[in-house]
């Protein structure tokens, strides 16, 4: 199945707009905090407005479950036949994403209730 010239234009633009964007927010990220070190202007109130990377070590395992079942997906409509112009394999991938965001947000709710 082949995408129009135009949606594949559309998504290689935003990859590389968001791209860009997480890079200038690094930088700019950077240099703030540098500036509020070199002023000594560091107390625990400007530390939990920049945040101090420890908001969730869970992250990784996020994106990594969702990307996990959203392939899983793509996989089952490999040997599942259906219409071209069909809406069946858009909801057989949300169904999919879905299930890779409720067993991380059951693993993070379960982590929780231990500490």
């Known amino acids: 199945m082949n995408m129009p010239e135009g949606v594949q234009a559309a998504i290689v633009l935003g990859v590389i707009l968001f791209g860009i964007a997480r ?3 690094t930088f700019t990220d950077y240099y703030l905090r540098k500036k509020l070190v070199e002023l000594g202007q560091v107390d625990e ?3 939990n407005v920049l945040g101090n ?3 969730n070590y869970y992250a990784s395992l996020k994106w ?3 990307v996990f079942f ?3 997906g793509l996989i089952l409509l490999e040997f599942i036949s259906y219409d071209v112009d069909s809406p069946f394999p858009y909801g057989v991938e949300a169904v999919f994403i879905a299930t890779g965001f409720l067993l991380y947000y059951f693993i993070m709710r379960k982590d929780f209730v231990k500490s």
């Open 23 to 25: 890079i200038i927010k």
């Open 45 to 47: 109130k400007v530390s």
């Open 53 to 55: 990377k420890q908001e």
């Open 64 to 66: 990594g479950m969702i």
């Open 70 to 72: 959203g392939g899983l």
